[in-house]
C-alpha cells in the first residue's frame, strides 16, 4: 500500500466519522437561566395577563426567579397596613430587568392597557431598568395585597435569575 493510498483511506474515514458524529441526536444543552420558571410566580409573556390569580406568598421571602427572555413573573403578597417592606433584588449576570410593585387596581389596569402612564391604582415601586441590584421600602398605608412584577423585555439578550429578599418590622 503506498503513502498516497494510506492517506486517501485516513482522509475517507476521518470523514465517515465526522458525518456520524452529525448525525446523532443530541438533546442542546440550554443555559441554566432558560428553563421555565418554576421557582416562583405566575409566568407569562411580557406582561401578566390581567387576573388577579397571582400566587400568594407571606414575609419573610427569599427566594430565586427565573426570568426567560420576553416574560414577566408576577405573584402577590398581603400586607397589613402599618408595616414596613424591606426589599432587596440581586441579578448576578448585571442585565437588565424592570420591576413594580402596585395595588390590586394598578395591577389591573397596566395589564389591560400595557402602560403605567395610563395606569390607576398606586404604584408603590417602578424601577426601570435595574442593573445588578436593587434595594426598596415600602410603607404600607393599607391592608390587601401587593403585586410584585418583574420583567425580562424582549430586547434584553438572555434569560435571567433574579434573588428576591422581602422582610418587614412593624412600624413604631
Known amino acids: 500500500m503506498s503513502d498516497r493510498s494510506f492517506s486517501l483511506i485516513m482522509l475517507m474515514t476521518i470523514a465517515i466519522f465526522a458525518v456520524i458524529v452529525l448525525l ?10 432558560a428553563y421555565e420558571n418554576s421557582t416562583i410566580g ?28 420576553a416574560t ?9 397596613d402599618g408595616v414596613i417592606l424591606h426589599g432587596n433584588l440581586l441579578e448576578s ?11 390590586e387596581e394598578a395591577f389591573l389596569s397596566h395589564a389591560k ?4 402612564a395610563r395606569a390607576e391604582g398606586k404604584v408603590y415601586v417602578s424601577a426601570m431598568p435595574v442593573h445588578y441590584a436593587f434595594e426598596f421600602e415600602i410603607d404600607s398605608d393599607r391592608t390587601g395585597d ?7 423585555p424582549a430586547g434584553s439578550c438572555h434569560g435571567k435569575i433574579v434573588s428576591i429578599s422581602l422582610d418587614y418590622q412593624i412600624e413604631r
Open 24 to 33: 446523532i441526536p443530541v438533546k442542546p444543552a440550554w443555559r441554566a437561566n
Open 42 to 69: 405566575n409566568q407569562t409573556s411580557e406582561w401578566p395577563s390581567a387576573t388577579l390569580d397571582a400566587p400568594n406568598y407571606s414575609i419573610p421571602l427569599t427566594r430565586e426567579i427565573r426570568l426567560p427572555l
Open 72 to 80: 414577566a413573573v408576577s405573584f402577590k403578597v398581603r400586607l397589613v
Open 93 to 103: 449576570g448585571g442585565g437588565c430587568f424592570t420591576f413594580f410593585v402596585m395595588d
Open 113 to 116: 392597557y400595557g402602560s403605567l
Open 146 to 152: 401587593y403585586y410584585f412584577v418583574l420583567i425580562n
